[in-house]
């Protein structure tokens, strides 16, 4: 069964300390690696998309990585305006078309 | 501010109200999605249109009914909702439903019913 499980649930950081979030999959027909971004009453926001192991996607102070059978979310040196909760999602075939599922998401609260 | 539109923003309806969600998007693509999000869970996706054709149906109950007037529009009937039923409702487009772009989602619609 294909299945995303993210860890941790939930992380507090402190300004400044460095962290990793993780995104473990096991699926078949693996067709790209997205992660996201939710705010409180918002809709998620696009991040990064990775398709093969050994990549690597940077944005300011996040960095996201990914082997065959995880990804990780680097946060370098955090910020209180870094708090969200991210969204992991791998994208597969389905018949003609492909569907994306979603794991359960890390809420990260990042404190001054 | 996102670049797919929904509204309302925040609808209240009875169980035996019909009412109907509204996304719009400018960007030219060409698949759409809805997909439902419960308080502290991931999205759920419940249908995928791809060039105005249904192309995914997720054993969403017919009191749900999802409409594509045309490659810009996506709406999403509903009637004789229960209250399980009260989520955030949200919409997203994509360049394709093939092509390896991202989705980008819409602020959502908060749905409670009473």
């Known amino acids: 069964e294909d299945q995303v499980t993210q860890s941790p649930e939930a992380l507090r950081l402190q300004e400044g300390e460095s962290s990793s979030l993780n995104c473990s999959y096991t699926v078949s027909g693996l067709r790209g690696l997205f992660w996201y971004r939710q705010d409180p009453g918002k809709g998620p926001e696009f991040l990064f998309t990775l398709y093969s192991a050994g990549e690597e996607k940077e944005k300011e102070r996040l960095k996201a990585t990914i082997t065959k059978k995880e990804s990780f979310l680097h946060i370098t040196a955090p910020k209180p305006e870094d708090s969200a909760t991210y969204l992991c999602a791998v994208r597969l075939r389905m018949d003609s078309s492909y569907k994306l599922i979603f794991g359960s998401g890390t809420r990260l609260l990042v404190r001054p | 501010d996102t670049e797919v539109t929904q509204t309302p923003k925040h609808l209240v309806m009875g169980m035996t109200n019909k009412k109907s969600l509204k996304c719009e998007q400018h960007m030219g693509h060409r698949a759409m999605y809805w997909y439902k999000q419960k308080a502290k869970k991931p999205p759920e996706l419940m249908f995928v249109?791809?060039?105005?054709?249904?192309?995914i149906n997720e054993s969403v109950p017919s009191r749900f009914s999802p409409e594509c007037p045309n490659s810009s529009l996506l709406n999403l009937h509903l009637h004789a909702l229960q209250p399980e039923d009260s989520a955030l409702y949200l919409c997203?487009?994509?360049?394709?439903?093939?092509?390896?772009?991202?989705?980008?989602f819409g602020d959502g619609t908060r749905l409670s019913i009473l």
């Open positions: 997203a487009s994509s360049q394709d439903k093939a092509g390896n772009q991202p989705q980008h």
């Open positions: 249109y791809s060039y105005e054709k249904l192309s």
